[in-house]
């Protein structure tokens, strides 16, 4: 059976992106971008909020047709571009990009059904609309969250208001050279 993965950067007082939505407060570099990678190969699907999907939507594609992309940049986009994306919003009506699932309604049987398939873990990336949708419904398995070391003090946040206490066993975890702790957790059974 498939893991429901989250796969998230935050603040060290637990935002995903600042007041603004923004996101650079995270020390992007070639150390976090291999890391990514790594991330990518236990990936069958990828799984967006909306929002994060039309961000993704508009930017990935385009990767494709620029002569001077990066290699890193280009393996990216055709992956993206062949992998069964799932996109998860109660108001889009239909998804533009290739080979994308829409779940609109009834997303705890819709995410169970998946998770039965064979093949590599769905992975949540970022989108913390949808993963305080799914966090809200018992569905994600484990936490894979880069520790960036900023306060922002405010922002959007997966983890705040009503959600239940939930315990995580630590799998694992690294300190990479900007400060990023990249830890992985399991929900403790």
């Not at 059976?1 to 992007?28: E, Q, T």
Request: aromatic share 8%; with cysteine; glycine share 8%.
């Amino acid at each position: 059976m498939r893991k429901l993965v989250l796969f998230m950067h935050v603040s060290l007082d637990g935002y995903a992106s600042d007041s603004n939505g923004g996101l650079d407060w995270i020390p992007y570099n070639e150390e976090l971008e291999k890391y990514a990678e790594e991330v990518v190969t236990e990936v069958g699907s990828p799984v967006y909020g909306r929002t994060t999907y039309r961000m993704m939507e508009s930017y990935w594609p385009e990767v494709l047709k620029d002569p001077n992309g990066s290699r890193h940049d280009i393996e990216h986009a055709e992956w993206l571009q062949d992998v069964k994306k799932i996109v998860i919003s109660s108001t889009m009506d239909k998804p533009e990009w290739n080979n994308t699932m829409l779940i609109k309604d009834n997303i705890a049987e819709e995410i169970k059904a998946l998770k039965e398939q064979p093949g590599k873990n769905l992975v949540i990336f970022g989108s913390p609309g949808a993963a305080k949708t799914l966090l809200d419904l018992g569905l994600i398995d484990e936490f894979l969250l880069t520790i960036c070391p900023v306060v922002l003090g405010s922002g959007k946040s997966v983890f705040d208001g009503g959600i239940e206490k939930i315990r995580l066993k630590l799998l694992s975890s690294r300190t990479l050279k900007s400060g990023i702790i990249a830890t992985r957790y399991e929900l403790e059974k």
